[in-house]
């Protein structure tokens, strides 16, 4: 393949999993001797992705507001200073903005256009802009039944199932942490010593399971087992009257002493690594279940419902771990079985950045190398 600019469109570069992806990609691309472009109106991982030799093009093209319209055409005049050979854009708004800025341009120069669906957004017209690549991308079988079945229209050779992945080198089997942080854990949590760790990692949003969580370790504590619940996950500004609910739940049930509140986490590598057992209860299926894979990845054994992503991760590789969505008994019982005798995860997966990342530069490959339609 010929040396290609790739140029990556997302609204910001915070902390989160679109954005961790686009940096994982573009460190691929610098690996492979290609030149990675991303356009964002910038955040906290902006030095992570520089520092993996990719470039960042300021621009808010994920401001949600009537004048980002207007930046189609400064996007253009970027794409074409830059000479860039593929877009690729991974949010409705920066794609719109894409699409309006590559339709100004002669065919005979235009880029290639790639999109990723991240995830089941609402099926309306303003969505649709994320089936438009000449390449689909899919981050999990899930998606990709989700596009066939909202987007009949939508050729299936036009899509790809790229799954995200873990880095294995950051989430090995071995993994121990820190002295310092292990010392600092116990002082902070002091009873965890006499007891077991589980684990729902997720921000506090009525979706992500945490009343099923806290529901499940009460019937393990109504059973007399040691055991004490972690919430690893802030909440948002406005999301403060779903975090007091969920502490009157707590009250309600008289769990105070079992179940902790432990805020947005850096650490969460550390929290899972210590931890007895994950979960990932959601009310929703999610798109694909990152913290499910990072904690299989550790070792750690996961209790999930049986949709979305997680399912598909938990079939996969972990079966043991799966049951029936909503079934908040059935979740205990099976958290009480793996207590009882902790049961062995797999060593070998799939689901590593490796491969999402050599898939996805096939797909940019594959686009650079055919005939347009």
Known sequence: MSRLTVMQLLPELQVGGVEQGAIEIASALVRAGHRALVVSAGGALVPQLEAAGATHLALPIGRKRLTTLMLARELRRL??????????????????????????????????????????????????????????????????????????????????????????????????????????????????????????????????????????????????????????????????????????????????PAVSFLGSRSDLREVLSVSACAFSLTGEPEAFGRTTIEALSLGVPVIGYDHGGTGEILRSIFPAGVVPV????????????????????????????????????????ELAASQRA
């Open 79 to 256: 794409i074409e200073r830059e000479g860039v050979d593929i877009v690729h854009a991974r949010s409705r708004l920066p794609a719109w903005i894409g699409r309006l800025a590559l339709g100004e341009m002669p065919a005979a120069t235009r880029p290639r256009w790639i999109t990723t669906v991240h995830g089941p957004y609402t099926v309306n017209r303003y969505s649709r802009v994320m089936v438009s690549g000449e390449r689909v991308i899919a981050i999990s079988e899930f998606i990709y039944n989700y596009i066939r079945h909202a987007w009949p229209e939508v050729a299936p050779d036009r899509i790809t199932v790229v799954p995200r992945g873990v880095d294995r080198s950051r989430h090995p089997r071995d993994f121990v942490p820190s002295p310092a942080w292990v010392a600092q854990w116990r002082e902070q949590h002091p009873s965890l010593s006499r007891r077991h760790a589980l684990v729902l990692p997720g921000r506090l949003t009525r979706w992500k399971g945490q009343e099923d969580f806290i529901r499940m370790v009460g019937k393990l504590v109504a059973r007399g087992l040691p055991v004490h619940g972690l919430l690893a996950g802030g909440a948002h500004p406005r999301k403060r009257a779903f975090e007091r609910e969920l502490q009157r739940l707590v009250s309600a049930l008289e769990l105070e």
């Open 326 to 365: 909503g079934d908040v008994d059935a979740a205990a019982a099976r958290c009480a079985e793996f207590l009882d005798k902790r049961p062995p995860v797999p060593v070998i997966h799939p689901y590593t950045v490796e491969r999402m990342q050599a898939a996805t530069l096939a797909v940019y490959a």
